[in-house]
């Protein structure tokens, strides 16, 4: 998992579904926002966007369950029961089951005990103790079944599982979201992706217990990814219209969970230099060394550029 913040503000919950993979670019350049802050028509929805960013999914009514993963993984809305003592691993395997939807069921008992396939005797122990049909049983009577009368989960052995498509993810909605907001560069665009960053709270996966959630390193590496450029994009799209306090608290949003991504410290110098903001720039290049110092990496050629600007006034 990425290292804590450094001196980053909290991270502020989240609000509001879908499947299927949205591309995310890679976060790594370029250096700073292409266009001067200011430059674009003036707006008004600063507020807005502020609130969106700040207002908690819990305000949300939600009538089946959600399955959220990025941050610590959690079940909301189950109908259903489960022994407190199962749940971290009933809660795994929802989470694999949102994110693999119709997966066989061969590859799921692989992946949700890696071990066993190497004679691990603790993942062969837990894999004969509650075989993965056990397992589904007992998930599918936690999640329950809706007011209609419908399972959530179908809850017999079969060669594929999938949940009911009421149950939501917050990783889909993400990149539903992520989508709407990159085709276009409207209000209604950057308010998108102001929604998409208000559903990160944490690290994706943070405080997952040792041992699980192995498998999904490739999903998680991808949602830090998403996170990065959803934060840089709609940073570097407030900055046109001399936004700087959106901007900063989309940065914040990433950095809160990738502390080491320097696109991100960049983009927050520039932000406090366009908005004259230099005490502010010195204290978050200050927390930059020092994450620096104690991570023992040196800055990017980019970040030291961007640097010696800014600082000289050139």
């Keep these: 998992m990425p290292p804590a913040p450094v001196d980053a503000p909290p991270v502020v919950p989240e609000p509001l579904p879908t499947h299927d993979q949205a591309a995310a670019p890679d976060p790594r350049s370029p250096a700073r926002p292409s266009a001067r802050p200011g430059s674009g028509p003036a707006r008004t929805d600063s507020d807005d966007l502020l609130a969106i960013l700040r207002s908690p999914e819990a305000h949300h009514l939600r009538s089946a369950p959600r399955i959220r993963v990025l941050g610590p993984v959690d079940v909301l809305g189950a109908a259903g029961s489960a022994d407190p003592a199962g749940r971290p691993r009933l809660t795994e395997l929802a989470a694999y089951l949102a994110l693999r939807p119709g997966s066989e069921h061969t590859t799921v008992d692989r992946d949700i005990h890696p071990g066993a396939a190497h004679l691990d005797p603790r993942a062969t122990a837990e894999r004969l103790a509650e075989p993965l049909p056990v397992k589904i ?7 329950g079944t809706s007011p209609e009368g419908r399972d959530y989960l179908g809850g017999q052995p079969a060669d594929t599982y999938s949940l009911a498509p009421t149950v939501t993810c917050d990783w889909d909605e993400f990149r539903s979201l992520y989508r709407r907001g990159m085709r276009s560069t409207s209000a209604t665009a950057d308010a998108a992706l102001a929604h998409a960053l208000a559903l990160v709270r944490g690290a994706p996966f943070a405080e997952a217990p040792a041992g699980t959630y192995a498998w999904a390193e490739a999903e998680r590496q991808d949602m830090l990814a998403a996170i990065v450029d959803t934060a840089h ?11 700087h306090r959106t901007a900063e608290a989309a940065i914040f949003r990433a950095l809160a969970v990738a502390p080491e991504v320097e696109l991100l410290h960049r983009d927050l110098f520039y932000a406090y230099a366009s908005a004259g903001a230099r005490d502010q720039l010195v204290r978050s290049v200050n927390r930059l060394d020092a994450l620096s110092r104690r991570t023992g990496r040196d800055l990017d050629p980019d970040t030291v550029a961007l640097l010696r600007d800014l600082l000289t006034g050139s």
């Excluded at 049983?137 to 999640?143: F, I, K």
Aim: no cysteine; proline share 0%.
């Design 137 to 143: 049983a007992a998930l599918a009577g936690w999640l």
């Design 233 to 243: 994009e709609l940073a570097a799209r407030r900055l046109q219209y001399g936004d």
